[in-house]
């Protein structure tokens, strides 16, 4: 039997990412508004408001090597599919800009290496 615990390491590693994640979108002139905001279709890693007052559905995906590609290659069409099911779930709760848009935010964290951070904007538009 295999318990999931919060010291799994890809929990940490995830929640790394995210952090980071976080701080490069603020760091580009985006407002973080809400992280890991759920609801009946999943959950959101981070949701923003860019510079143009567009709201960001960011997905992010963080690894520790290529071996399986770069971490936005991850995202599949139905991730994409998903997140815009959860980008109009949030427009919803959440009445304001009417322009919204996906974004993906890659992480590489390899060992003894400075983390890779790499933004895809627009992500199945």
């Known amino acids: 039997m295999t318990t999931t615990t919060t010291s799994d390491p890809r929990r940490g590693l995830g929640r790394y990412g ?10 580009r002139g985006m407002r973080v508004l809400e992280r890991n905001w759920r609801c009946e ?3 959101v890693d981070i949701v923003a408001l860019d510079d143009d007052g567009c709201l960001v559905v960011c997905e992010v995906k963080t690894r ?3 071996a399986f590609g770069d971490p936005v290659e991850a ?17 919803r709760a959440h009445p304001g800009p009417a322009a919204v848009r996906i974004d993906v935010v890659g992480v590489l964290c390899r060992p003894g290496a400075p983390p890779l951070v790499r933004h895809v904007v627009g992500v199945g538009s």
């Open 64 to 66: 520790r090597d290529t």
């Open 41 to 43: 279709h999943g959950e």
């Open 18 to 27: 995210e952090a980071l994640a976080a701080r490069y979108l603020r760091e």
């Open 75 to 91: 995202v599949t069409v139905a991730k994409a599919m998903r997140l815009r099911r959860l980008a109009a779930a949030y427009a």
